[in-house]
């Protein structure tokens, strides 16, 4: 079984500062990828950054990147220079990674972050 | 590219009445799956497919039928409405290759069961 914690329900950022959404995971599969998806209020899920478990390098997306840190089982989501139009939930999510790919991924709870202009 | 479809975007139902909520996809995406999000908890798997002909339980499944006949739908079937199952729906699909992530979500099914 697999298992995401958010600890984070709700947090104030000052634009253009940057942020850091926490996320630590438990997992028994011995490879496995992990996500960070945005919710707006709009409701639609829209894909942020992925990292596989085997991968070296933390993963960057434009002002996106991952703070991944395998044997403390964390992936924190860092977002840089953050805008107004980061204001949304924001998830955690993972999937083992079996041999043909992600199709079951578990979610954590989600930390809704509110930028402050 | 359409990428993933849900239909209807709003359903009320009244308890024990039957329904199916519609999900496709024009990327010709192996793998699709069903989840549902309830306030506070996060987005829950309840079956999924990796292939035409081939689904599988998830986290959630009881109330809930699927089947895949072609690629590309991948319907979720609801056969007696309860007030618990009241949610919103999403549907997902992905390629299925390994390492390279991503799933794709489709806008979601606001459900309400009275």
């Known amino acids: 079984a697999q298992k995401i914690t958010q600890t984070q329900p709700g947090m104030f950022v000052q634009e253009k500062e940057a942020v850091t959404l926490d996320c630590t995971y438990d997992t028994s599969d011995p490879s496995y990828g992990l996500f960070w998806y945005k919710q707006p209020s709009s409701g639609e899920m829209i894909f942020l950054i992925y990292q596989g478990s085997y991968d070296q390098q933390n993963a960057t997306e434009g002002r996106y990147s991952l703070n991944f840190q395998k044997a403390r089982k964390s992936a924190n989501l860092v977002i840089s220079a953050s805008q107004l139009g980061d204001s949304a939930m924001y998830f955690c999510?993972?999937?083992?990674?079996?041999?043909?790919?992600?199709?079951?991924?578990?979610f954590g709870t989600g930390t809704r972050l509110t930028i402050i202009p | 590219n359409a990428g993933v479809t849900q239909t209807p975007k709003f359903q009320v139902l009244k308890t024990g009445q039957s329904m199916t909520l519609q999900c496709a996809q024009d990327m010709n995406h192996e793998y699709m799956s069903w989840y549902r999000q309830d306030p506070g908890m996060g987005l829950r798997l309840i079956h999924y497919s990796v292939g035409a002909g081939i689904t599988d339980q998830g986290e959630v499944p009881n109330g809930y039928n699927v089947s895949r006949s072609t690629t590309e739908d991948f319907p979720l079937r609801l056969l007696s409405a309860a007030p618990s199952q009241t949610s919103v729906y999403f549907c997902?699909?992905?390629?299925?290759?390994?390492?390279?992530?991503?799933?794709?979500f489709g806008p979601g099914t606001r459900l309400t069961v009275t």
């Open positions: 997902a699909s992905s390629h299925g290759l390994a390492g390279v992530g991503e799933q794709y």
């Open positions: 999510a993972m999937s083992p990674f079996r041999d043909f790919g992600n199709e079951k991924l578990t």
